[in-house]
């Protein structure tokens, strides 16, 4: 154990992990090289002003300034309306771990969640954290998950997904909002007045605009007026911004890994079988209980090229209630090499080799870069 002095005042503080696996925290600089001389392998976590925890070495450390670490680098309440865009991935709670950070996938098909990007997987969690999906503009709603643990009992595993919900975006659309609101559709624009007030440009409906504002039309580049002008916006078809203001896309594939079993049922009898809707060349096993209820499905071998929850159901004449929540495995793919090369096998504890198979129309899903922007809080106020 860790054994403190009279601690230096600073505003910097840095935390450790012990040998006995418990986070120590409140360590000033001075303290921390105190450690690093004990172990030259420990590493330190550090919160910035922006709320992340950060990982670093003792050179890191000692490159800590109140100053440039302390200050948030963006402001907690924004005032302006903010990119609407896919829901962000909040984990809370779960003892002293931290870190733990994800990327949500959202079907371009039913607008739903279907399964999790683990960017970080966290460390140091006594529990299970929870998680939950944030959306900023209030377009999603319904999602609930389940957070699953790494063997270790300190890290993220993969998230359950236990209700899908519906209604969220794939990717920044063109609209604007915040407070779990959409101030302004794809098809309106906007006027940011000298006095930084704003006001919604809607097509066929003509406002007046002062000199000196800057006006925002829903596909083009603002311009500031130099009179006062009254805008007509046309009712035309507008294609969606680049979504790169609010995270960089990049391209997945989705291979089933786990099916959990949400609800057991009853009355089901050996030699039921799994329906799923598409397949893609999954194969099941379920294993059924004294009782007749289903405790657990085995992935003989996991179908890829998933853009949707497929429907899961059994075949069983006399078993009722099961349900069931598929759990995705993520696999990031460049799209300069060949897809089938990219997915790779996976052996579950249970032994049995799990193939991904590749359809040859394989789906990709566009999943959008999200990490680190979960908002304080955002607060504007503007007249519709």
Not at 55 to 84: A, G, H, M, R, Y
Not at 308 to 319: A, F, K, M, V, Y
Request: glycine share 10%; net charge negative; hydrophobic share 30%.
């Amino acid at each position: 154990m860790f054994s403190r002095n009279i601690p230096q005042d600073t505003a910097i503080k840095v935390a450790f992990f012990d040998d006995d696996g418990k986070k120590v925290g409140g360590l000033t600089v001075e303290e921390a090289n105190r450690v690093h001389q004990i172990d030259p392998t420990k590493l330190f976590y550090f919160q910035n002003g922006d709320g992340t925890e950060e990982e670093l070495t003792i050179v890191e450390v000692n490159q800590l300034t109140p100053e440039k670490d302390l200050l948030p680098t963006t402001s907690d309440c924004p005032t302006q309306p903010q990119v609407c865009g896919p829901p962000l991935v909040k984990f809370f709670g779960g003892g002293a771990g931290f870190g733990a950070a994800a990327n949500a996938v959202i079907s371009p098909i039913s607008s739903s969640v279907i399964g999790f990007d683990i960017v970080n997987p966290g460390k140091g969690f006594e529990s299970p954290p929870n998680a939950e999906l944030i959306d900023n503009c209030g377009k999603g709603a319904g999602g609930n998950l389940t957070v699953n643990m790494n063997s270790d009992g300190k890290s993220v595993k993969n998230i359950t997904i236990n209700a899908p919900g519906d209604g969220y975006l794939a990717a920044p659309d063109g609209s604007l909002g915040g407070n779990e609101r959409v101030w302004k559709e794809p098809d309106e624009g906007y006027v940011r007045t000298p006095i930084s007030g704003y006001h919604v440009v809607q097509p066929l409906r003509p406002i007046g605009v002062k000199s000196g504002s800057t006006y925002y039309p829903p596909n083009g580049s603002p311009r500031v007026l130099e009179r006062d002008e009254v805008i007509t916006l046309p009712l035309v078809p507008v294609k969606p911004k680049d979504p790169t203001s609010f995270g960089t896309p990049y391209s997945v594939i989705l291979c089933i890994e786990e099916i959990k079993v949400l609800d057991q049922g009853f009355g089901y009898r050996p030699g039921d079988e799994l329906i799923i809707t598409p397949d893609n060349g999954t194969k099941t096993e379920l294993v059924i209980n004294e009782f007749g209820s289903i405790t657990s499905v085995k992935i003989i071998q996991g179908g890829c090229g998933y853009d949707d929850l497929p429907e899961i159901r059994t075949n069983s004449p006399t078993g009722f209630n099961a349900t069931f929540s598929p759990i995705f495995k993520v696999t990031r793919i460049d799209p300069t090499k060949p897809i089938e090369s990219q997915v790779s096998p996976v052996t579950p504890s249970t032994t049995v080799e799990q193939i991904s198979v590749v359809p040859q129309e394989v789906r990709l899903v566009t999943v959008i870069d999200c990490v680190g922007k979960i908002p304080q809080t955002s607060t504007f106020n503007v007249p519709r």
